[in-house]
């Protein structure tokens, strides 16, 4: 797995995402390699959905009608063989959003559930505070997520001060990052968006590259504070996609920290 290999692929990435956030979605899929796609009427998501190379589903400003439409587009990937990403924005702070995501994983076939720790413990009943969008955990975030893969039968990745890739047995742990993304809109949407750019990759090692691609996301934003710590986050958000471009395996070689178990 590596950057590299992601820009050579130039996976085409099916985002059903919310209206906050995709613009700067589709601009950071740009930057690492990836091709994004925003397609949502009933009438083309399945079509859409088979030629990607993975779906992304966020419940950001979620409606019935586009947890409908993502029900659709989940089912033709799963026939398609491509790998399905739920970012289940703000499950927990209401019962629509938690209910919707809950049966998005009831009739899809979902690789991957993205999440704070507040979403996450939410979908798997356990301990969790959500406010808004905004969720925190007081538990050990690798046994919140150890446990949720277990009951939600998937992938889950928790982000956060520490990211947690595990599939249940094993884990990912990732240590980069910088406390300025939780002030720009859309970076943890957007790291929802490169899981599933590095979940298209071909691999039997699901949690190692799915721990590359958030490394490098971390590693990306530390390189942009260093470069805006003086200015302030609106320079940093734009820094953090001009980093996210020219961000090299290089980089995450010296400069990611992260560890199995």
């Known amino acids: ?14 985002c059903m995402t919310n209206v906050v956030v995709t613009n700067f979605t589709a601009n950071g899929l740009l930057a690492v390699g990836a091709s994004p796609v925003m ?23 979620l409606s019935a009608e586009s947890i409908d439409n993502m029900i659709i587009a989940g089912k033709a990937a799963n026939k398609a063989g491509t790998p399905v990403v739920l970012d289940p924005v703000g499950a927990g702070a209401t019962a629509f959003r938690t209910e919707s995501c809950k049966r998005i994983l009831k009739e899809v076939d979902v690789t991957i559930v993205r999440g704070n720790g507040g979403e996450i413990a939410a979908l798997s009943d356990q301990a969790g505070t959500v406010k808004g969008v905004d969720g925190s955990i007081d538990s050990d975030p690798v046994e919140l997520a150890k446990h949720a ?10 982000t956060g001060e520490v990211d947690v890739v595990t599939d249940g047995t094993g ?3 990732g240590y980069n990052g910088h406390p300025w993304l939780t002030k ?17 990759l071909k691999t039997d090692d699901l949690l190692e590259v799915i721990g590359y691609g958030l490394v490098a996301y971390g590693v990306a934003a530390e390189k942009a504070y260093e470069e805006t710590k003086a200015k302030g986050y609106g320079s940093f958000q734009t820094a953090f996609l001009n980093q996210l471009g020219r961000l090299t395996d290089e980089d995450v070689k010296q400069h990611g920290r992260f560890e199995r178990s």
């Not at 290999?5 to 990435?13: A, C, E, G, V």
């Not at 397609?39 to 400003?61: F, H, P, Q, R, S």
């Not at 009951?151 to 990745?157: D, K, M, Q, R």
């Open 1 to 14: 797995m590596s950057i590299e290999m992601l820009r050579k692929s130039n996976p085409l990435i099916h």
């Open 39 to 61: 397609a949502y009427a009933k009438e083309e998501v399945a079509d859409m959905a088979k030629v990607a190379n993975a779906l992304l589903l966020n419940i950001g400003t």
């Open 149 to 158: 893969a277990n009951v939600l039968n998937s992938a889950v990745v928790v």
């Open 171 to 173: 884990t990912v742990r």
């Open 184 to 200: 720009v809109v859309g970076t943890g949407c957007l790291s929802g968006a490169i899981v599933a750019a590095f979940a298209s």
